[in-house]
């Protein structure tokens, strides 16, 4: 990465799936995911549990003396739905309170393989940095050609003038742990003019009026 600014990274929220999936290999990765971001000295935040690929990638952490931080709603707790979690547990009321902490604790985010959970946080994040709401890198581990469909589908509603080519460079892809942590580290945020006026501060009392041709 020589001649590349590369940003501080202390903390990484990692999305993924409370199941292990159908392929051996998610597992293996989630693992040595959290063995990379062990060996760099990066904490990992994530949803809480055990479960599936979430208790393989918290396991991996911790196994190598790094913060694990599980953010998890009061509701699954009640019954021990997910498992213990591996490290520090912060409890919250809402799924929206989760992912705004999420946001605010980590300075990355990594999406790896999961169902409708995961991809509503990946792209929720996304958004929010669409907004200009953080700025904070994210990426998909494609493990196996697992988001290969959605990398397509993405690249689809870009040509369908959906999705503006600057927007579509938030949305990072890497097949390896390690060269998707050095494209975070590598990422230079390009926020879309227009919506870079927008102030989010809880004191604005009005935001900038939008170009309505806007894509969002």
Known sequence: MEGVSVRKIKKICVFCGANSGKDVAFVNAAFHLGEVLGKRKIDLVYGGGKLGLMG????????HERQVLGIIPSAFTIKNLVGETCGKEIKVATMQERLVMMMELSDAFIALPGGFGTLEELFQMISWAQLNIHNKPIGVLNINGFF??????????VKQEFITPRARKILISATTADELVDKLQA??????????K?????????KEKLDLTLRL
């Open 148 to 157: 290969n469909g959605l990398l397509s589908f993405v690249d689809h509603a």
């Open 198 to 206: 927008l102030k989010w501060s809880p004191s604005s009392s009005q």
């Open 56 to 63: 393989c990638v918290s396991t991996a952490v911790a196994q």
């Open 187 to 196: 990422f230079r945020f390009e926020p879309d003019p227009a919506l870079s």
